[in-house]
């Protein structure tokens, strides 16, 4: 089985960079992946991490360690409708990803 | 738009009925996934479909079952439904079952509501 962990809840300002972490614990790690969600939609991509390092793509980044089971999400110039839920997700060797159970992210002005 | 079609939107039902969700998945997706959202439980893998075929099984409950037909699209049907089945219910796509940059992409979701 996995075992994922990502804060509950984040509050940031307009404008300012937030990092949200996800820790993992798995045997046979094959992938991780970030999705943002808006409350009562669809999750969206937005990023794929299987080699150490940082990842980056417009305003967001996304990193990992395979080593320590971690990984994080860096959004930058941060904007109301940033606003949303985060899910971590990892994938094992069974290529089905684990979904955490999100980090609901507050902007505010 | 992720290219992914989930019919109804918004179904609501009582307890011990049937339903019946579809998912048309996107265009070239061989893949289809269900997963269940609940407020307690976040997303819960159910089952993947991978060109007609049943490929994995997470926590799907006897009285759910899902097919995926010729033309790719896949139903899950959810029988003597209970008060706790109220969930989203999400069908996701993917290209592939395997390989590395395999991304699954989401429905809008069907929002079950069993009184």
């Known amino acids: 089985g996995q075992n994922i962990d990502q804060p509950t809840e984040m509050t940031a300002t307009e404008g300012a960079i937030v990092q949200i972490n996800c820790t993992y614990q798995?045997?046979?790690?094959?992938?991780l992946f970030w999705y943002q969600q808006h409350a009562g939609e669809a999750p969206t991509f937005l990023s794929y991490?299987?080699?150490?390092g940082l990842e980056e793509k417009g305003r967001f980044s996304s990193f990992l360690s395979r080593s320590k089971g971690y990984s994080y999400l860096l959004l930058k110039e941060l904007q109301m409708k940033d606003s949303a839920s985060y899910l971590c997700?990892?994938?094992?060797?069974?290529?089905?990803?684990?979904f955490g159970r999100g980090t609901s992210l507050i902007v505010h002005p | 738009d992720s290219g992914v079609t989930q019919t109804p939107k918004h179904l609501i039902t009582a307890t011990g009925q049937r339903v019946t969700l579809r998912c048309s998945p996107r265009?070239?997706?061989?893949?289809v996934y269900w997963y269940q959202q609940s407020l307690d439980q976040g997303l819960q893998f159910l089952i993947q479909?991978?060109?007609?075929?049943?490929?994995a099984k997470g926590n799907i409950l006897e009285r759910f079952s899902a097919q995926q037909f010729p033309d790719l699209h896949s139903e899950l049907n959810l029988s003597s439904l209970e008060l706790g089945d109220s969930a989203l219910y999400f069908c996701?796509?993917?290209?592939?079952?395997?390989?590395?940059?395999?991304?699954?992409?989401f429905g809008a979701g069907t929002r079950l509501s069993v009184l």
């Open positions: 996701a796509s993917s290209d592939t079952d395997r390989g590395q940059g395999n991304i699954q992409y």
């Open positions: 798995t045997s046979g790690f094959n992938g």
């Open positions: 991490n299987v080699l150490d």
């Open positions: 997700a990892v994938r094992d060797t069974s290529y089905i990803p684990t």
């Open positions: 265009s070239g997706d061989l893949s």
């Open positions: 479909y991978y060109n007609g075929e049943e490929r």
